[in-house]
């Protein structure tokens, strides 16, 4: 295997100083001879040369790494989350390292510790199970700055967030205007604060209309994944219910095809609604109503806030809201008479 070459080899090939190969190659050679920074490059280009990330990052004193900590990467919604942060993190030219920890508090502090050990230079925490005591022995003891979303609406630090008793609100109001007035729900049988906060706006409009509150039968709980919808679809066809709201798109997608196979239309037997619109929901049959969150705007946004924290050193505990809103497909329809 060829030895490979570093900056001290092409500083002796150049006949030059290490420094002044590092200036040139970083685009602050200009006090360099056109020569010798042309021969800097040919070298480079000649033998291929890549700088040594851990050693820049010496020098430097900056790593220029974003860690992304997400429950599941499986997921399309933290997919296209993720494509937010990268496009942020390009252009300021930082590198997002991208971790699923499953929801296992075990394993996010775990990786937590391993970012932390090499000098990450901030956070985007995505986690269902992050803890504010987790915040605190692990990231907050070392100084590192971060951005918190989702899950974490309690959490003390700056934050992207969307206002889930709103889109919980949003689907209620749809579904009734639509004139169904036995609406069951389909949600998690482990539900994080935002999934709390959503069916309670769905439940308040509820009780608004003088409708009876939900009640316990007319609530199914299943694992937040399309497998969890899917294996749920007796238990909703069971309430009798002439619609159904899922607490995600996930679930939503994954009820459709239960209900497929049943045979049940869609939407003329049942509306089914979803939450997330993400981006499979234009490709199911038929296609998804939802309520959207801006997905790809929220990485963006908690990668653009951590990027100023870390340039400005700064630490204020700022909130950023993005709108959530109704999207219309095909999955949905008018009441009818059984």
């Known amino acids: 295997m060829n030895k490979k070459i570093t900056i001290r ?35 480079r280009d000649k033998y291929k040369y890549v700088p040594d990330f851990n050693a820049r990052n010496l020098i430097l004193k900056s790593a220029k790494t974003i860690g992304v900590l997400v429950p599941n990467i499986a997921n399309p919604f933290f997919g296209t989350f993720i494509e937010g942060v990268q496009s942020v993190a390009r252009e300021a030219d930082f590198i997002p390292l991208v971790f699923s920890a499953n929801k296992n508090l075990k394993l996010e502090k775990y990786y937590l510790s391993q970012m932390i050990e090499r000098s990450i230079s901030g956070l985007v925490i995505a986690s269902a199970t992050m803890t504010t005591e987790t915040i605190k022995e692990v990231i907050s003891f070392n100084d590192i700055p971060y951005i918190l979303f989702d899950q974490n609406h309690t959490q003390d630090g700056a934050r992207v967030q969307t206002s889930d008793y709103l889109g919980g609100q949003i689907a209620a109001n749809y579904l009734l205007k639509l004139g169904h007035r036995h609406i069951a729900v389909l949600t998690s049988n482990n539900p994080t604060e935002n999934l709390n906060h959503r069916m309670s706006g769905f439940k308040k409009v509820v009780e608004e209309n003088n409708l009876t509150v939900i009640d316990s039968q007319d609530v199914v709980r299943a694992p937040l994944t399309k497998a969890g919808g899917y294996e749920a679809a007796d238990k909703v066809l069971a309430t009798g219910a002439s619609a159904v709201f899922a607490a995600n798109d996930e679930m939503a997608i994954g009820l459709l095809r239960g209900l497929h196979e049943r045979g049940v239309k869609i939407p003329e037997d049942i509306s089914v609604m979803g939450y997330d619109n993400i981006y499979w929901d234009d490709y199911v049959y038929p296609r998804l109503t939802t309520v959207q969150q801006p997905i790809f705007d929220l990485g963006a946004g908690a990668t653009k806030m951590l990027i100023e924290r870390i340039n400005h050193n700064s630490y204020e505990a700022r909130v950023q809201s993005f709108p959530v809103k109704l999207i219309e497909r095909d999955s949905t329809g008018p009441y009818r008479q059984k």
């Open 9 to 43: 080899d092409l500083a002796k090939e150049a006949g030059v100083s290490v420094t002044t190969v590092s200036q040139i190659l970083n685009n602050k050679g200009e006090r360099f001879s056109k020569a010798t920074q042309e021969k800097v490059f040919a070298l």
